[in-house]
């Protein structure tokens, strides 16, 4: 039970970024007339709910606010780049 809820806490947040970006994915885009009111607000829940979800996951790993330094080093690792 321990292994679990530990699982849930390191996982709970990058799985639901996952989920949530899977599921706007695949939601569909005539669900809401864009010319009424609410038009479009499902597009921007999603959005709110992204970058929320997306800022825990990066405040837990902090290696992801290094990305592109991290994906630079990669490449020059890989074709041998010194400079």
Do not use: E
Request: proline residues 5%; hydrophobic residues 55%; aromatic residues 12%.
């Amino acid at each position: 039970m321990f292994r679990l809820g530990a699982a849930a806490r390191r996982y709970g947040d990058g799985a639901a970024l996952a989920a949530v970006a899977l599921l706007y994915l695949f939601w569909p885009n005539n669900l809401a007339p864009d010319r009424k009111w609410y038009g479009g607000a499902d597009d921007v829940v999603f959005v709110v709910l992204l970058a929320f979800l997306a800022r825990r996951v990066i405040r837990r790993s902090p290696v992801l606010l290094d990305l592109p330094g991290a994906i630079s080093r990669a490449v020059r690792r890989k074709f041998k780049i010194h400079g």
